[in-house]
């Protein structure tokens, strides 16, 4: 997590919790025990009105974000106390969604309540001919400001002691567009522009990837399109993408990633309803121009017309190794391999590619030949394994079988070891499933 430039908090320091699930509000107000002391991520800046001494933070529910707080006392500031951003929807670019923050902790989470709510307005129940909204994002804070997108891929600047809204930006997707994946969007990114000063327009640049298949850089002071970046701020991401045949089939559903001066997308694709489904290419784009630096392709030439292996979950980057960490999902069609023989490598995967020129470093399958959609829905976590007195970069990485692999960063290998275990084979007509799956030796698995 990146402190905000080595800013002084203010007389208190506000804290901003990470969007829950309304469940998980419920468990948040009558359950202390959630909590873990340095475990909450990211303070916002100021105080607010009317809740001073107070602690808050952000809780989702469907349609709005809530602000909760906490009465605290007051306590003298150290000299180094900063007010801390959270720059990336998993805190930092590696996805470890951790603040070593410790003014809500056991003894005051009890006492959370509501200091402001935003509704976005942004619904859809179904009717209308309309796909249904979920309410899917995870706001960032940069700089003091709060941005967050919508179910309707909108894109909102708010003040977080306050909630007042700053500017909200429509990129005017069609609502009643066959969206494979409804209405949704999981966030935005941020990128600072090194080359403009402090103050000019686009410095600090908020990136969004919408449902239809568009990626927008917009000035985060103003809430306007970056008109140097592509066409007028935009850059259509289905054009270059093979197999694309109906609206709603290749969308954009999370937050672009950052690496160096490039943005990085993956995608979100209907896989499961032909063979030939479009590619699952991810693209590194100019994040000044919009010029494609890159690509890479999960699924060989060799299993051709099958597509899809994309990453529709949230890219994590090793910014000191260069090295950019993409989860990869299933190819098409989902249930049926037929017409991909082998392991189908590199879906279902977690693959390292430099950063710089999109090359593959090393990549580690965790489902061969994927007959059961397990996408690597998660984002992978990047951290630091403390064992024996020795230190070792991993890479943390779930999937839908509920399995964790722990991976080195550096080579990829398991840290624990993974056992290829025989399967039972499949009694689908003409289907050659794998007679091995990786199993882990450790952690074990988080469903039985």
């Not at 997590?1 to 468990?27: E, I, K, N, Q």
């Not at 002071?221 to 970046?229: E, R, S």
């Not at 017409?339 to 580690?364: I, Q, T, Y």
């Not at 998660?378 to 630091?384: R, S």
Request: net charge negative.
């Amino acid at each position: 997590m990146a402190a905000s430039r080595g800013r002084l908090a203010d007389r208190f320091t506000p804290l901003t919790l990470p969007p829950l699930s309304a469940h998980a509000c419920v468990r948040l107000s009558g359950s202390a025990s959630l909590m873990r002391q340095g475990s909450l991520p990211l303070p916002a800046r100021g105080e607010g009105e009317g809740v001073r001494g107070f602690l808050r933070g952000a809780l989702v529910t469907p349609g709005a974000l809530l602000i909760i707080a906490v009465a605290a006392s007051p306590r003298p500031l150290a000299a180094d106390d900063v007010i801390a951003d959270w720059p990336y929807y998993g805190g930092d670019a590696g996805g470890s969604r951790y603040s070593p923050l410790t003014q809500i902790d056991r003894s005051n989470v009890g006492e959370l309540k509501v200091s402001w709510e935003y509704h976005t307005g942004d619904i859809s129940d179904g009717s209308d001919n309309r796909r249904k909204s979920e309410f899917e994002a995870t706001p960032i804070v940069v700089d003091g400001t709060m941005y967050l997108s919508t179910p309707f891929n909108r894109v909102v600047a708010l003040d977080p002691e306050t909630g007042r809204e700053k500017w909200s930006f429509d990129p005017k997707i069609d609502l009643h567009a066959p969206y494979s994946e409804g209405l949704v969007n999981r966030g935005v990114t941020s990128w600072t522009d090194p080359s403009r000063a402090e103050g000019d327009a686009c410095h600090l640049r908020i990136f969004s990837a919408t449902i239809d298949a568009r990626l927008f850089a917009l000035d985060a002071a103003a809430g306007t399109p970056c008109t140097d970046f592509g066409a007028g701020g935009q850059i259509d991401l289905t054009r270059g993408i093979a197999n694309i045949t109906r609206r709603g089939e290749y969308e954009e559903t999370s937050a672009p990633a950052i690496a160096g001066d490039l943005v990085i997308v993956g995608s979100s694709i209907a896989d499961n309803d032909r063979v030939d489904s479009p590619s699952g290419v991810v693209r590194a784009f100019d994040a000044r121009t919009g010029a494609l630096r890159w690509s890479w392709n999960p699924i060989p030439l060799s299993i051709a017309p099958s597509g899809a292996g994309n990453a529709w979950s949230t890219i994590s980057v090793d910014t000191g190794r260069d090295l950019v960490i993409v989860p990869t999902t299933s190819p098409s069609p989902d249930y049926h391999g037929l017409k991909r023989p082998g392991d189908n490598k590199w879906a279902d995967s977690v693959v390292a590619l430099s950063a710089k020129a999109g090359e593959m470093v090393w990549g580690f399958q965790l489902v061969h030949h994927d007959l059961w959609d397990y996408d690597t829905a998660a984002q992978p976590v990047l951290a630091t394994l403390r064992r024996n007195g020795v230190e070792t970069p991993v890479v943390i990485a779930g999937n839908k079988t509920g399995n964790l692999f722990v991976l080195d960063r550096e080579t990829g290998r398991p840290v624990f070891g993974v056992e290829e275990r025989p399967v039972p084979k499949s009694d689908a007509e003409s289907e050659d499933a794998s007679p091995t799956q990786p199993l882990p030796l450790a952690p074990p698995p988080l469903i039985p």
